[in-house]
């Protein structure tokens, strides 16, 4: 027997960790317990603060939602006004020195002539193409040739989505798509064209929300302390180190077991099928492609300049910087830096010389935060990388030489995209129904490998659902139909509903692992 017995295991306290927690403490039905290696909950939706005072999110995430479940969840953590600050998206791409409104493709009107030439003949050619074609892009880059012609292809998207994806877009199927890449209308790019005009608020996050405090950590930290202190293990003691996926039991690094009746995953399913030493799923495993991410972060004294304003996030598909994305974390909220009158003294300057002073002094302050993505198709120097990303600032105009760097963070997290490869399906449909026929249900960004399905709303929804599965075999529509939750405001669950099970008013008694085991003997036989 293990240590401890529960109905259902919960394997990680991120987003999605947390929505199979959340779930089983609104149902009050099957006994359940959620463990996590780190000492607060978050995962891969955390934030890290610098000695300084500067947060930095573990990359670019805001609140934006297609699920009313999820916003009661969260309302419920966050629930006054003025824990949340709202904003509307001013994002825009870099190119030649001219900030392009996003989506790109959208607003070729901004470019210089010669490109917008190329980019409305490729455009008139896709067109023309797409009329005739019969058969489905074979992969990423064909869905680009189709959607958006050549030039827009030669100038944007295949330079900006190896710079984000750490692979060429050849090798990426193209079924993540969906509402993530804006198709562009050759008619509007045209008209824009001619008239001068600029086209924007394209998708699911032209509004957003963002936490007054302690950054995108401090919802997850909000959520999971609304569940009871008792069925939660977080730091060493709840470390997994074998699953044990024939005799239902998990031990954590410090000896404890658990026997458990189905099993939430949501560490990434390689590093599951390593703890379960099954050397099949290790191998079926091994098609999953993955790239690193680098967040960089750098506190900068002085006024926020002019020319940043009120931006939000800024893509870089050109050469001349390592990184691919740029959040102005400091206008997310203003408690995401040190106030004003905080004393801190200058590092460096940002063109690498030495500081005038060392004295410590007032800001004011204000933040930049970058992603970089690291493979074995695109590698990175590691050891010069926040170097050459602040020069990569001075050479887009983001910040100046002498401008004061008060403050840094470097932090590579090893999963950082689960990519779209072409070899993507072949192996999640093989490996999620084999862990399934286990009881191990493998869902979140890296557990069910859908990066389509891995917005902080999407790895909730993919928690709860399976919960819904594994009590009540509810369909779960976010895994197995992106497009269909993407496309719609899902509205069935919400936080104010009530179950009964077990109780006075219930139909039957919930099967539990510990009810089945008072019934049985220790041979299997009925009491």
């Known amino acids: 027997m293990a240590d401890i017995n529960v109905d259902v295991l919960v394997i990680g306290a991120g987003p999605t960790g947390l929505g199979a927690a959340k779930r089983l403490n609104?149902?009050?039905?099957?006994?359940?317990?959620?463990?996590?290696?780190?000492?607060?909950?978050?995962?891969?939706?955390?934030?890290?603060?610098?000695?300084?005072?500067?947060?930095?999110?573990?990359?670019?995430?805001?609140?934006?939602?297609?699920?009313?479940?999820?916003?009661?969840?969260?309302?419920?953590?966050?629930?006054?006004?003025?824990?949340?600050?709202?904003?509307?998206?001013?994002?825009?791409?870099?190119?030649?020195?001219?900030?392009?409104?996003?989506?790109?493709?959208?607003?070729?009107s901004m470019l210089p002539k010669e490109d917008q030439v190329k980019c409305i003949d490729g455009l008139i050619d896709a067109a023309l193409d797409f009329r005739v074609a019969n058969t489905k892009p074979k992969d990423f880059d064909e869905w680009i040739v189709r959607m958006c012609g050549e030039g827009i292809a030669d100038i944007f998207m295949r330079p900006y989505n190896y710079?984000?994806?750490?692979?060429?877009?050849?090798?990426?199927?193209?079924?993540?798509?969906?509402?993530?890449?804006?198709?562009?209308?050759?008619?509007?790019?045209?008209?824009?064209?001619?008239?001068?005009?600029?086209?924007?608020?394209?998708?699911?996050?032209?509004?957003?929300?963002?936490?007054?405090?302690?950054?995108?950590?401090?919802?997850?930290?909000?959520?999971?302390d609304t569940l009871p202190e008792e069925k939660k293990r977080y730091g060493k003691k709840g470390e997994v180190t074998k699953v044990d996926a024939e005799k239902k039991v998990v031990t954590l690094s410090d000896g404890t077991t658990i026997g458990y009746?189905?099993?939430?995953?949501?560490?990434?399913?390689?590093?599951?099928?390593?703890?379960?030493?099954?050397?099949?799923?290790?191998?079926?495993?091994?098609g999953l492609y993955y790239s690193s991410t680098h967040v960089i972060g750098v506190g900068i004294r002085g006024e926020r300049p002019s020319r940043i304003g009120d931006k939000c996030w800024l893509y870089f598909p050109e050469?001349?910087?390592?990184?691919?994305?740029?959040?102005?974390?400091?206008?997310?909220?203003?408690?995401?830096?040190?106030?004003?009158?905080?004393?801190?003294?200058?590092?460096?300057?940002?063109?690498?010389?030495?500081?005038?002073?060392?004295?410590?002094?007032?800001?004011?302050?204000?933040?930049?935060?970058l992603e970089v993505s690291q493979s074995t198709m695109k590698p990175v120097d590691e050891e010069n990388l926040l170097k050459e990303c602040i020069q990569g600032l001075i050479n887009t105009e983001m910040i100046n030489a002498d401008d004061e760097i008060v403050s840094t963070y470097n932090r590579k997290f090893d999963h950082g995209y689960p990519t779209p490869a072409l070899e993507r399906e072949g192996v999640l449909k093989q490996l999620l129904p084999k862990l399934?026929?286990?009881?191990?249900?493998?869902?979140?960004?890296?557990?069910?490998?859908?990066?389509?399905v891995g917005n902080q709303d999407h790895s909730f929804m993919l928690g709860v659902e399976a919960v819904d599965a594994i009590v009540n075999g509810a369909v779960e529509l976010t895994?197995?139909?992106?497009?269909?939750?993407?496309?719609?405001?899902?509205?069935?669950?919400?936080?104010?509903?009530?179950?009964?099970?077990?109780?006075?008013?219930?139909?039957?008694?919930?099967?539990?692992?510990?009810?089945?085991?008072?019934?049985?003997?220790?041979?299997?036989t009925k009491k």
């Open 26 to 108: 609104h149902i009050n039905g099957p006994s359940w317990l959620i463990l996590d290696s780190n000492d607060k909950a978050g995962g891969l939706a955390s934030t890290d603060i610098t000695p300084e005072g500067f947060l930095y999110d573990v990359g670019g995430h805001v609140i934006f939602s297609h699920y009313k479940y999820f916003d009661d969840c969260i309302d419920e953590a966050l629930p006054k006004e003025d824990d949340w600050y709202t904003h509307q998206r001013i994002s825009y791409v870099r190119y030649k020195g001219l900030w392009v409104p996003y989506p790109f493709q959208n607003n070729i």
């Open 163 to 224: 710079k984000v994806w750490a692979v060429p877009t050849t090798k990426m199927q193209c079924q993540w798509l969906g509402e993530r890449v804006a198709a562009p209308d050759v008619k509007l790019v045209t008209k824009n064209v001619i008239l001068n005009k600029t086209a924007g608020n394209w998708g699911p996050n032209a509004t957003f929300r963002f936490p007054a405090r302690d950054g995108t950590g401090g919802i997850w930290i909000a959520v999971s």
């Open 261 to 286: 009746g189905n099993l939430v995953n949501t560490m990434a399913v390689d590093a599951l099928v390593e703890k379960m030493g099954n050397k099949e799923l290790i191998s079926l495993s091994k």
């Open 319 to 369: 050469d001349n910087c390592p990184f691919y994305r740029a959040t102005i974390f400091s206008n997310y909220s203003p408690y995401n830096q040190p106030q004003a009158d905080a004393k801190l003294p200058t590092l460096y300057l940002a063109d690498g010389s030495k500081a005038p002073s060392t004295e410590a002094k007032e800001g004011p302050y204000w933040s930049i935060m």
């Open 436 to 452: 399934q026929d286990m009881g191990i249900y493998s869902r979140g960004r890296f557990g069910s490998w859908r990066y389509e």
């Open 479 to 524: 895994l197995n139909y992106p497009d269909f939750v993407n496309g719609r405001q899902n509205t069935e669950r919400r936080l104010a509903q009530s179950f009964a099970f077990g109780g006075a008013s219930a139909s039957k008694e919930v099967p539990t692992r510990e009810r089945a085991a008072s019934k049985a003997g220790i041979n299997g």
